[in-house]
T-cell receptor, first 111, second 112 residues
Framework: GENVEQHPSTLSVQEGDSAVIKCTYS??????FPWYKQELGKRPQLIID?????GEKKDQRIAVTLNKTAKHFSLHITETQPEDSAVYFC??????????FGAGTTVTVRA | DAGITQSPRHKVTETGTPVTLRCHQT?????MYWYRQDPGHGLRLIHY???????DKGEVSDGYSVSRSKTEDFLLTLESATSSQTSVYFC???????????FGPGTRLTVT
């Protein structure tokens, strides 16, 4: 099955700086890559996703990039704010309606 | 967020007792999923359903069973709870847009 590795496991950034989280996947047939944000005690929420026919996607301060050749994708958060503090999960999927998740990155934005 | 709910939200039970968790969605989604979340492991798929009465195993299905008799309800049963099943359980559902999933609020289960 698909194996997704996520790095780093924790990330501390100064407010206003950028944060980058990287994930690698093992199954070259994977073609859908979502990112979820989970605040403490809350449910994971889909914040952005990318499909394999696209190399980059942006939504305001967040962006995701995909390198299919190297089998890795990244989440970029610019101008970080305190409300960006959360656990972020990447995931990967083939066209089989199942997601394989990374272990998560705890992001802390320091004021 | 109101489209998918879970019950109970918290439960404490003893080893060896049966436990059933319920997931209810009002989005008419075809696909439904049960995950468990443990520190350092992210979200791991237990079972999923691709239609009424159609279910399949995920990566950590041992000790769990599921049933889906209606589109809106997906039940997870622990036949005989063990301490290793102490976890936070999340249900998710998804429609026809391939692989897009939306999560319920979670159930914190403690097996003593």
């Amino acid at each position: 099955g698909e194996n997704v590795e996520q790095h780093p496991s924790t990330l501390s950034v100064q407010e206003g700086d950028s944060a980058v989280i990287k994930c690698t996947y093992s199954d070259s047939a994977s073609n859908y890559f979502p990112w979820y944000k989970q605040e403490l005690g809350k449910r994971p929420q889909l914040i952005i996703d990318i499909r394999s026919n696209v190399g980059e996607k942006k939504d305001q301060r967040i962006a995701v990039t995909l390198n299919k050749t190297a089998k890795h994708f990244s989440l970029h958060i610019t101008e970080t704010q305190p409300e960006d503090s959360a656990v972020y999960f990447c995931a990967a999927s083939r066209n089989d309606y199942k997601l394989s998740f990374g272990a998560g990155t705890t992001v802390t934005v320091r004021a | 967020d109101a489209g998918i709910t879970q019950s109970p939200r918290h439960k404490v039970t003893e080893t060896g007792t049966p436990v059933t968790l319920r997931c209810h969605q009002t989005e008419n989604h075809r696909y439904m999923y049960w995950y468990r979340q443990d520190p350092g492991h992210g979200l791991r798929l237990i079972h999923y359903s691709y239609g009424v009465k159609d279910t399949d195993k995920g990566e950590v299905s041992d000790g769990y069973s599921v049933s889906r008799s209606k589109t809106e309800d997906f039940l997870l049963t622990l036949e005989s709870a063990t301490s290793s099943q102490t976890s936070v359980y999340f249900c998710a559902s998804g429609g026809d847009r391939v692989n897009e999933q939306y999560f319920g609020p979670g159930t914190r289960l403690t097996v003593t």
